[in-house]
């Protein structure tokens, strides 16, 4: 089977082959005809399964049949990261379209982003609190939307972005085509589906399960030497690029920094960082200079690296969903993945929720020669650090400044 089998334009057929795609994957073979046909669709799969590219295509096809120079198209992002690779992927898939894309998101000045807007453009990849910062100050013309993706829905809900979604399509005043895809569908998401959406199709590729390319393991371990065992495991195999998850970005630069005293090429990502230092970070990761990111569930929601070998949870996520989106990281298309995780005694309760899932046993391993006695610290330097009130930073909650992510 081959992309001809959707008669796109010839000139996004050039851009596909451009990119080297022969043959679609299973969401874009199923999602690419109904969008085609204007259907309203919800599109259900993990990371890594072509999604992107399944919207993508069909809206640029669209495009090409409207006036230019108008915003026709538009795509909701949860991170600046995302929206970036979003807009990244319009651009070389439309290549040789003509067809101009933009990507919108706080953090950075809005005077750019008005006279690319008033210069002319398709299709706007936008995060949703700067896109509203725009529709208040009718600095973007929405008049003409025909087509409205809303990306990553189950973690827009996690962010706390739900009532920002909701603004914007109060503000949309004409009939429209929308798409929605998430990896999971709570219950949040599933009322959002029944006010935004007409008689939707539904596309879904797998379950709300970790993908079979991964290798699952658990190391137990002690917390306070959490990070001593990071190290040694990360010198005992050799690896392409590695993705560590932390619970709150505090921990994930002091890891970060203990990983590069100790001769690691190492990084932290997550959403306290300037916008320079983040794209740093991730052009690092992506090039190869940086071989070990050390990241927040929510600022890894835009890393878009096929070669991720292994992700490590240095801190268990807090349910299977969020195990899945981490790992969701490695053995993406034809490729195999590992995924490490370091377990404590209070973290059996989710231990037994993913084996559930994937229907077997977490295969429990051991580093030779590590020591596992070794005492704590009076107090533990490795614990993680949770900020007043119990809440946990990098994780789902909304805190003041989250919504200009």
Same mark, same amino acid.
């Given at each position: 089977?081959?992309? %001809? @089998?959707?008669?796109?334009?010839?000139? !996004?057929? %050039?851009?596909?082959?451009?990119?080297?795609? $022969?043959?679609? $994957?299973?969401?874009?073979?199923?999602?690419? *005809? *109904?969008?085609?046909?204007?259907?309203? @669709? @919800?599109?259900? =799969?993990? +990371?890594? +399964?072509?999604? +992107? =590219?399944?919207?993508?295509?069909?809206?640029?096809?669209?495009?090409?049949? /409207?006036?230019?120079?108008?915003?026709?198209?538009?795509? @909701?992002?949860? +991170?600046? %990261?995302?929206?970036?690779? $979003?807009?990244?992927?319009?651009?070389?898939l439309a290549k040789y379209t003509n067809l101009k894309s933009i990507s919108i998101y706080g953090g950075v000045g809005m005077e750019q982003q008005v006279r690319? /807007?008033?210069?002319?453009?398709? !299709?706007?990849? =936008?995060c949703p609190g700067r896109l509203l910062d725009h529709i208040w100050k009718s600095t973007i013309d929405l008049s003409f939307l025909e087509m409205l993706v809303i990306d990553e829905a189950d973690r827009m809900f996690d962010m706390g972005f739900l009532p920002d979604i909701r603004s914007i399509l109060r503000c949309l005043v004409r009939p429209r085509q929308t798409m929605l895809f998430s990896a999971t569908m709570p219950p949040d998401i599933r009322r959002l589906v029944q006010e935004a959406l007409r008689i939707p199709v539904t596309v879904q590729i797998g379950h709300s399960a970790p993908v079979d390319s991964v290798s699952h393991s658990i190391y137990p371990v002690k917390q306070h030497l959490k990070t001593k065992l990071l190290t040694a495991v990360l010198r005992s195999f050799e690896t392409d690029s590695v993705l560590v998850f932390t619970r709150t970005k505090h921990r994930a630069d002091r890891v970060a920094l203990q990983l590069k005293r100790t001769g690691f090429r190492a990084t932290a990502l997550h959403g306290d960082l300037a916008q320079n230092r983040r794209q740093a970070a991730l052009d690092g990761f992506r090039d190869g200079s940086v071989k070990i990111l050390v990241a927040t569930d929510i600022a890894a929601r835009g890393i878009d690296v096929l070669s991720i070998s292994h992700v490590i949870n240095l801190d268990m996520p807090e349910n299977v969903d969020a195990y899945t989106h981490r790992i969701g990281r490695t053995g993406r298309i034809d490729q195999k993945g590992d995924a490490l995780t370091f377990v404590t005694a209070a973290d059996a309760a989710v231990v037994r929720e993913i084996e559930e899932v994937l229907k077997a046993p977490l295969e429990r391993r051991k580093l030779q020669g590590f020591d596992y006695n070794a005492a704590a610290p009076e107090i533990p330097a490795d614990a993680p650090r949770r900020p007043a009130g119990g809440g946990r930073t990098g994780q789902g909650q909304r805190s003041g400044g989250a919504r200009r992510r």
């Open positions: 089977m081959s992309f %001809e @089998i959707f008669n796109l334009h010839p000139s !996004i057929m %050039e851009g596909v082959r451009a990119q080297g795609y $022969t043959e679609p $994957t299973p969401i874009q073979v199923q999602a690419i *005809p *109904p969008i085609m046909q204007g259907r309203d @669709i @919800i599109g259900l =799969a993990q +990371t890594g +399964t072509g999604k +992107t =590219a399944a919207f993508v295509l069909p809206v640029l096809d669209r495009l090409l049949k /409207l006036q230019r120079g108008r915003i026709g198209a538009a795509v @909701i992002s949860p +991170t600046r %990261e995302l929206a970036e690779q $979003t807009c990244e992927a319009v651009d070389a690319r /807007l008033r210069s002319g453009v398709d !299709i706007i990849v =936008a």
